[in-house]
């Protein structure tokens, strides 16, 4: 790259970190998937995921404490084993790095983000009872794990199964957070293990994380000046907007 080129460079993954920083701060999640989204874009989405490691690893972490997260890990180790064990597989798809792994990424993060866009719009409420959970957790963990591992996008289908398990605002908020911190850590050790996070990686990730902190200050500035569901509906169309047009690339280059 030139100097120039650089710099621009510097500025889009600074801007898109900003961005989806300002998405989260409103709506509570959203970070993973509009960096990984956008950058998809431009780099390919194993460089994108390893970007995105110390942003999401922060984050998550505040996001996680307060009271009863113990009992709510205990609840959802069989989601969290399964996530584990789908990671552990698809994390050598992502990092697979050559073109037509790249076209396949392209193609599975679009139709990930196109499933998650709908799913929101349509307001998709299922409901899993407590009978359920035992089985229906690792499944919902083992899908996705090997999402996050193809795609380095975590919210299909584990936030509607979270949503559908009837929490409270605070303990979906927690439950979230520990679902997306277990899934960054799972993608990073699969990343490092391949090759795609090593220094330069984790320092350029360690960089990203002003601009999302940034972002999310803005987003929670505005959370009390903007109708959060309006946000969301828009933020979702912009979503399937952009989760078509990276599918259709990755289909029309394989």
């Not at 989260?24 to 989204?37: E, H, M, R, S």
């Amino acid at each position: 790259m030139t100097d120039t080129s650089s710099i621009l460079h510097v500025a889009l993954v600074g801007a898109v970190f900003v961005l989806a920083g300002v998405v989260k701060g409103v709506i509570g999640l959203g970070l993973p998937t509009v960096a990984i989204g956008l950058l998809g874009l431009v780099m390919p989405v194993a460089e994108a995921a390893a970007l995105l490691v110390v942003p999401s690893l922060l984050t998550n972490v505040w996001q996680v404490a307060g009271p009863g997260s113990a009992a709510l890990l205990r609840r959802l180790a069989p989601l969290l084993a399964g996530l584990c064990a789908g990671v552990a597989v698809g994390a050598d798809w992502l990092a697979a790095g050559d073109a037509a792994g790249a076209r396949w990424a392209s193609l599975g993060l679009g139709v990930a983000l196109c499933v998650y866009a709908v799913l929101g719009l349509l307001a998709w409420r299922p409901r899993v009872s407590a009978a359920q959970e035992p089985w229906l957790g690792p499944l919902a963990g083992l899908a996705t794990g090997l999402v996050t591992g193809a795609t380095g996008v975590f919210v299909i289908p584990a936030v509607p199964y979270l949503q559908a398990l009837g929490l409270a605002k605070d303990e979906l908020v927690r439950a979230l957070g520990i679902v997306f911190l277990v899934a960054t850590l799972g993608l990073a050790l699969g990343l490092g293990h391949a090759g795609v996070l090593q220094g330069n990686g984790l320092l350029a990730s360690g960089i990203a994380v002003g601009p999302a902190l940034l972002g999310m200050a803005i987003g929670q500035w505005l959370r009390g000046r903007l109708a959060p569901e309006r946000f969301r509906w828009w933020f979702l169309l912009g979503l399937l907007g952009l989760g078509a047009w990276l599918a259709l690339r990755g289909l029309t280059r394989l």
